[in-house]
């Protein structure tokens, strides 16, 4: 049996929105993609990505010949998304709803995955690293926000994984690559 996500109701979810674009308007929310790296061409992955609020930079840093797959376990933030595309022409942005961890993405095609802001909500966090393990190349990067946790706690989860070896800290993420 595959252990579920816990999904926000929609009424969170929309004052979640609400916040969010408020806050956007003082301090434009891709600027953080800026410093993870990604080049033109690459496959980037926003597991969790709520709204969207970073998609429109995501795809502009991995250019037309990359991709970045949108995918989150709530219905209102693939509609979200879906807007955004729409919006901006985002033409290679492409939303998808996860189901349990898997993300429907294929086997070692991502370049980079980022999680933002939400690893303190995962209940079953081997089951959450393999995923990104399975979706992520072999010398791909995968970016996670310690989320509403102490660091010490984010930390422990990634190398009790044994999946995982932390190559970077900053104040805000771990950075980390496959083992």
């Not at 080049?39 to 597991?47: E, H, R, S, T």
């Not at 933002?116 to 393990?133: A, C, K, S």
């Not at 979706?135 to 102490?150: A, T």
Request: net charge positive; aromatic share 8%.
């Amino acid at each position: 049996m595959k252990q579920r996500t816990e999904k926000m109701p929609d009424i969170a979810f929309r004052i979640m929105e609400a916040i969010f674009n408020i806050m956007d308007v003082f301090s434009p929310p891709g600027k953080r993609l800026d410093n993870f790296g990604i080049k033109k061409g690459f496959v980037v992955v926003d597991y969790g990505c709520g709204p969207g609020r970073h998609i429109k930079r995501a795809s502009e840093l991995a250019g037309e010949n990359g991709k970045v797959y949108a995918v989150d376990i709530h219905e209102l933030a693939v509609r979200s998304v879906e807007k955004k595309i729409e919006k901006y022409g985002l033409k290679n942005v492409s939303p998808g709803i996860i189901e349990g961890y898997n993300s429907g993405i294929s086997n070692k095609s991502a370049d980079l995955i980022y999680a933002l802001d939400m690893f303190h909500m995962i209940r079953n966090t081997g089951e959450f690293l393999r995923e990104f393990h399975r979706v992520l190349k072999g010398d791909g990067r995968l970016i996670l926000e310690d989320g509403h946790q102490p660091r010490e706690a984010a930390r422990k989860k990634v190398n009790n994984s044994g999946l995982w070896k932390i190559v970077k800290e900053n104040k805000e993420y771990l950075e980390c690559i496959p083992v």
